[in-house]
């Protein structure tokens, strides 16, 4: 019998849904509904697992607090996000910070840096939510992948590589808020991965990296750019 693989879904932005192989659901950054990159048809998420949140900023943790009332699944990130949706009505928290690790739905779920600010905006003002981070995810069986979350590049990102061995990077691309396709090449190249999945790019025209520019940055160094369109997916 073939092995199955994990199976990786872009909901456009930052928002990524991974089943496993062995069917658990996993959601990262869950921002469906406002989310205009996201296909309509792709909005109902139906049942999940799991949910992850790299930070607080609207486009990223727009949709937990509904989806976690929807689904029951429960939520991971940072202490101060997770004690935030507590308090807006979501039951279940696993909070943790970097460095930590929980295995949650047959998977090892590690935080790790980012570069990148984290907060909420209502009309109270700002409410700031700890810092920004990103995940490694180990999957077993099937691959390790680094998801970067929100960031800018970083020295320490080639320690990411050393620790965890991550065979897949997601990253995002866009600029201006976060790195871009020049940069990420470098972030694959302190990584040491082999296989890139570009994300946060073309929402908004302010984010104008491009997959294009990825793979003219990455391709001629022997590293595949998985290019995904928003509701595509890919068995990894």
Same mark, same amino acid.
């Given at each position: ?6 199976? =990786? ?7 990524? =849904? ?10 990262? $950054? ?5 989310? %205009?990159?996201?296909? %309509?048809?792709?909005? @109902? ?6 949910? =992850? ?9 727009? $949709? ?49 840096? @980012? ?13 700031? =939510? ?74 908004? %025209? @302010? ?30």
């Amino acid at each position: 019998m073939a092995q199955m693989k994990l199976a =990786l879904t872009w909901l456009g932005h930052g928002t990524f =849904l991974f089943t496993t192989p062995q069917g658990r659901r996993i959601l990262v $950054d869950p921002w469906v509904m406002g989310n %205009p990159a996201c296909p %309509p048809d792709r909005k @109902a998420i139906g049942k999940l697992d799991l949910i =992850l949140v790299t930070h607080g900023h609207s486009d990223h943790a727009g $949709d937990a607090v509904e989806i976690a009332g929807a689904t029951g699944a429960p939520v991971v990130g940072n202490f101060e996000v997770c004690q935030w949706l507590a308090r807006q009505g979501v039951q279940k928290v696993l909070p943790m910070n970097k460095g930590g690790t929980q295995v949650l739905a047959g998977t090892r779920v590690t935080m790790v840096h @980012a570069l990148h600010s984290s907060s909420h905006i209502d009309d109270g003002g700002i409410t700031y =939510l700890g810092e920004a981070a990103g995940y490694v995810l180990g999957f077993d069986p099937g691959p390790t992948v680094y998801f970067a979350g929100d960031t800018a590049v970083f020295s320490d990102m080639q320690l990411i590589g050393e620790l965890y061995k991550p065979t897949i990077a997601i990253l995002p691309i866009g600029d201006l808020f976060t790195m871009g396709p020049d940069a990420a090449a470098t972030a694959c190249a302190l990584l040491g991965v082999r296989r890139v999945v570009p994300m946060h790019f073309g929402t908004f %025209p @302010a984010l104008t990296g491009t997959e294009q520019a990825l793979r003219a940055r990455v391709e001629p160094n022997g590293i595949e750019v998985i290019g995904l369109k928003p509701g595509q997916t890919a068995e990894v």
